[in-house]
């Protein structure tokens, strides 16, 4: 299969990773503030959310493109 899309075409890709990263991030610091419930501190809060900001982009960027080149197949629906 060809990846090569059309100019612009993995701009879908970039808006599925951000949305996957918000939700990566957002679920960080729920869990974090449950487990630190009593005591907020904002350090313990601050590194895993920092961390989760770094990596996640990185590593979930692969899972977008795959996400959208299945969106855009079924969108599309070549013959």
């Known amino acids: 299969m060809d990846f090569d899309g ?10 599925m990773n951000t949305i996957l990263c918000v939700i990566s ?16 501190e904002v350090i313990p ?11 996640s ?6 899972v977008s493109q795959t996400l959208w080149t299945a969106i855009d197949l079924v969108i599309r629906k070549e013959k």
């Open 6 to 15: 059309s100019p612009g075409h993995w701009v879908g890709s970039v808006g």
């Open 25 to 40: 991030l957002l679920l960080t610091i729920v869990i974090s503030t449950l487990l630190l419930w009593p005591d907020l």
């Open 45 to 55: 809060m601050l590194l895993p959310a920092l961390i989760v900001g770094l990596i």
């Open 57 to 62: 982009p990185v590593l979930l960027y692969p």
